[in-house]
């Protein structure tokens, strides 16, 4: 009887269907996507995605995954200059981060950003060009998901 129990069982978690899981793309897309709404309320031109700071603000957000921390100091000592630049993105001036941790979708992070003052400022600063987006989750740490924005201007 157990193991018939435990086949049933077996059976019906695989033919249950799985939650969709939205691709890195994906994530970036949306969260950029909302930054810009955000940006166009107020007249500010849309930021434009950027290799290098998504890769920056990925390393970033896999980095405070794995190590169970949020801020904007890396496990390694770095800051937000020592990873855009490691990433590639040269010749800048102007730069700025935006790091969250818990919010469980583009929207929440984003509308997370827009309710603090510092992240608004970021968000709405029109003399930032680019943006790079990183998103990382990993069960059993504090928050789970973890969120990096990267601007820069060249």
Not at 102 to 131: E, F, K, P, T, Y
């Amino acid at each position: 009887m157990f193991r018939t129990s435990l086949l049933a069982a077996a059976a019906l978690a695989l033919a249950a269907p799985l939650a969709p899981q939205a691709s890195a793309a994906t994530v970036q897309e949306d969260v950029i996507a909302l930054t810009n709404a955000e940006r166009a309320k107020v007249n500010c031109p849309a930021l434009k995605s950027n290799a290098a700071l998504n890769t920056a603000a990925q390393r970033h957000s896999a980095d405070m995954a794995a190590k169970n921390f949020m801020g904007h100091t890396g496990s390694d000592g770095s800051n937000l200059v020592t990873r855009i630049e490691r990433a590639g993105y040269t010749r800048w001036t102007r730069a700025a981060e935006n790091v969250a941790a818990g919010q469980q979708n583009a929207a929440a992070v984003v509308r997370s950003w827009m309710n603090s003052s510092g992240h608004r400022a970021n968000i709405l600063n029109c003399a930032l060009r680019d943006i790079g987006v990183g998103h990382s989750y990993r069960q059993g740490t504090t928050y789970g998901h973890y969120w990096t924005q990267d601007f820069g201007t060249r």
